[in-house]
């Protein structure tokens, strides 16, 4: 097998060790993380083969992603109408969130209209349930709704996506306008934001790639790092997804690690993160990375006066009434 494609090599899947049964101690939220164009919601679509329950309101297929978002509509609109506008920021945007800029009044406020919208849209909450909230937009708002989720309930469980940086641009340029520099220093902007967060909290890193290669094998990764109890029939689940959802042309683009040197136009810092992040798809050993990653935030968070200039370019671009919004 291609290891450029995947890391998995050929599997039998008679010699899987299935998870065993593990009681929940309460209800656990599946919290799928990774910038958008990452493969996010074909994540969320593979989390329900371990019986997790997505939202009541999900957000509707469409030409964008016709096989479907998997994505909380509420949670998205809550986002991108009211919580980043607070913020001075745009989904887009690849400055810092300033959280000093909301009053403590005014997050309360926030946090409770946060908090109806989950209770809502995953209610009933009991004991000895999964579920599953997936919104690309959490990435850059974790101190927001990680408390918000606790408040809830729920036990949280972090399953990262990871994709390359020059596909994420690419499609973030065929999608939204983006150029090849713009994306890569967004696809850093994403991940710092992710990273910082979640430290603490159960997670998986799971490779993009190897979906598509074995997603059997996937859900036992995740089942097994985040001690989560696999049905009897996972393997007839997995294959219902694969019949039914998985289509590699949902790849789009494909790029091989040695191709990402070859544009001077992706940032070689985005190109460092991801190999950072490779190795812990490979290992699942955090704390590796975020040795890496730590240096990369410093220089990251001086060059913000230079970030924030370019949002302001590009938010007068993207927003005017010549643009047609991708």
């Not at 890193?205 to 989560?228: E, S």
């Not at 490779?278 to 970030?307: G, T, W, Y």
Request: net charge neutral; proline share 5%; glycine share 4%.
């Amino acid at each position: 097998m291609n290891q450029i494609d995947g890391f998995l090599t050929d599997l039998d899947i008679k010699d899987l060790k299935i998870a065993s049964s593990l009681p929940l101690d309460k209800p656990t939220m599946l919290l799928v993380l990774g910038p958008d164009r990452s493969g996010t919601s074909l994540t969320a679509r593979l989390l329900e083969c371990l019986g997790g329950k997505n939202s009541k309101h999900l957000m509707l297929p469409n030409e964008g992603n016709p096989t479907g978002y998997f994505e909380d509509m509420d949670v998205y609109s809550f986002n991108d109408n009211v919580l980043l506008p607070r913020l001075g920021l745009y989904w887009h945007s690849i400055s810092c969130v300033d959280w000093n800029c909301l009053t403590s009044s005014v997050r309360s406020q926030l946090e409770q209209e946060a908090l109806d919208i989950i209770c809502k849209n995953y209610s009933p909450i009991s004991s000895h349930s999964l579920f599953i909230l997936k919104e690309p937009r959490i990435g850059m708002l974790l101190p927001f709704w990680l408390p918000v989720l606790h408040r809830a309930g729920f036990d949280v469980k972090i399953i990262s996506i990871l994709r390359d940086p020059m596909s994420v641009a690419q499609s973030l340029k065929r999608c939204h306008g983006f150029s090849i520099t713009h994306g890569g220093v967004w696809y850093v902007a994403r991940w710092l934001a992710i990273l910082v967060s979640i430290q603490k909290l159960p997670i998986v890193f799971i490779y993009f790639n190897d979906i598509f290669i074995n997603p059997l094998k996937i859900i036992n990764l995740i089942a097994n790092q985040l001690q989560l109890a696999l049905s009897n029939d996972i393997e007839e689940q997995i294959c219902t997804f694969t019949t039914t959802y998985l289509d590699r042309r949902l790849r789009h683009f494909k790029t091989n690690k040695k191709d990402l040197l070859l544009d001077s136009n992706l940032p070689v810092v985005a190109v460092k993160i991801y190999n950072a992040l490779l190795n812990v798809c490979r290992d699942q050993h955090i704390e590796k990375a975020i040795k890496i990653i730590s240096s990369m935030k410093q220089i990251f968070l001086e060059a913000q006066p230079l970030f924030k200039k370019f949002d302001e370019v590009f938010n007068s671009y993207y927003y005017s009434e010549t643009h047609i919004i991708g």
